[in-house]
């Protein structure tokens, strides 16, 4: 893939549906700063570079965080699903964040109520 090229970015998909980020172009590898999830604070931790997607919309999403590739191919792709839904990555990575606060919080209070169980 060259930088300029047009892409499309894939969320992720099941049996009958898909849930797609848009079109956009591949502008080329970049730390992954505002990405999220396990892959994303690896390449960021360990400094390696990652596919940057700028979408139709003005977002970006990174090649760690979805499935992409030419636009001809994630057209084709979108064919083969029943349902296509479209979804804006800061929502994804609002939820995402939301998720690890809530599961760092309930292990927090997991930890205390252990501490209080072993005095």
Not at 21 to 46: K, Q, W
Not at 60 to 67: L, M
């Amino acid at each position: 893939m060259k930088v300029g090229e047009r892409v499309g970015a894939i969320l992720r998909a099941g049996f009958e549906v898909c849930e797609f980020l848009g079109y956009g172009v591949y502008e080329g590898d970049f730390l992954p700063h505002e990405a999220v999830g396990f892959l994303a604070e690896i390449l960021v931790d360990t400094k390696v570079n990652n596919p940057r997607i700028r979408l139709d919309s003005g977002s970006v999403v990174y090649g760690c965080e979805c499935w992409w590739g030419s636009e001809v191919e994630v057209k084709k792709r979108l064919a083969e699903y029943k349902e296509v839904k479209q979804v804006e990555i800061s929502e994804v990575r609002k939820e995402y964040l939301k998720d690890i606060a809530e599961k760092e919080a309930k292990d927090k209070k997991k930890g205390k109520k252990k501490e209080k169980k072993d005095v």
